[in-house]
């Protein structure tokens, strides 16, 4: 049984701990505050091009579909019998964030073995150091590279758009077929959603788009200048770049809201074990203390 020393270094060495997760659990509050305020913002701006597209697409495919000459974008256009796949996982740099980055990489590894059996070449370019060390574990030779730091001072506009540039410059040059991401989509604290997706090309191609029906304004509908698909092509750049922003901050959210889970359940159980070890602790020192006494009391009835 540990003694009295033992137990007193315990409990001083579980309060440290507890203050140390106590600490992350408010830095992790902190940014999340921030995450989400970014993740508002930027998805009303993403969500206005997004509109826009899906109605100017779907006055793209009417031209197309009047046989009129139409010229879509290289990065809206699908490939034929696409055989090269990217597969960009979004995890973070550090742990203390429980199951997060675990979860995430289970996903990633799930959508790697269907592409596999599809018959599909993949490779996977890892957005944060974690997803890659799980990874490599069980298929080291997919993982083509590592970006680490991303958003380490918080999420920048400047820095995304620079990696998806990158992304776009592989796909025009044929470096991979399809881009694929898998992320967290940041709902909640206690509420965050795996997701895997196309990234490129965006928007499955001019004879697929996947956009809405003509939109009607009071039984009209909208008239464009200049023509659509020249429309569709000035914004899908900073479309893509807008989605890619989104991946960030959402994976952001979602590891500081499991982070601050995380060290709030390490907190609280530090201070059950306290509870527990300072009740074992005093119920030993008044058992020390009544034998002693037991034994003074006798030392002086002897005599």
Do not use: W
Request: hydrophobic fraction near 40%; glycine fraction near 6%.
């Amino acid at each position: 049984m540990a003694g009295l020393k033992e137990l007193r270094t315990r409990i001083e060495s579980i309060k440290s701990t507890q203050k140390i997760t106590s600490a992350m659990k408010m830095v992790a509050a902190a940014r999340l505050r921030k995450a989400q305020m970014l993740t508002d913002s930027a998805s009303a701006y993403s969500e206005s091009i997004a509109k826009i597209l899906a109605r100017a697409g779907a006055g793209t495919r009417e031209r197309i579909a009047r046989g009129e000459p139409v010229e879509v974008s290289a990065f809206m256009k699908s490939k034929e019998q696409a055989k090269n796949y990217l597969l960009v996982v979004f995890t973070s740099d550090r742990g203390l964030c429980g199951s997060y980055n675990a979860n995430v990489a289970k996903i990633a590894l799930q959508r790697l073995n269907e592409l596999k059996q599809a018959g599909k070449e993949v490779k996977v370019l890892c957005i944060g150091r974690k997803g890659r060390d799980i990874i490599r574990r069980f298929d080291a030779d997919r993982i083509s590279s590592c970006i680490e730091g991303v958003a380490r001072k918080g999420a920048s506009y400047a820095e995304a758009s620079l990696i998806a540039e990158q992304l776009c410059n592989g796909f025009l040059n044929n470096e991979f077929d399809v881009c694929e991401v898998v992320y967290s989509r940041f709902h909640s604290v206690m509420n965050r959603e795996i997701k895997a997706e196309q990234f490129l090309p965006a928007g499955a191609g001019s004879e697929e788009i996947s956009f809405a029906q003509p939109e009607l304004v009071n039984g009209a509908e909208y008239e464009y200048e200049p023509q659509p698909d020249e429309l569709v092509n000035g914004l899908v750049d900073n479309y893509i770049k807008a989605a890619f922003f989104a991946y960030i901050i959402n994976s952001q959210a979602s590891e500081q809201g499991a982070r601050m889970t995380s060290m709030d359940n390490a907190t609280r159980n530090a201070k059950d074990m306290i509870s527990k070890l300072t009740l074992k602790y005093n119920r030993m020192r008044q058992t020390s203390i009544t034998t002693e006494l037991i034994e003074i009391i006798a030392g002086a009835e002897a005599l």
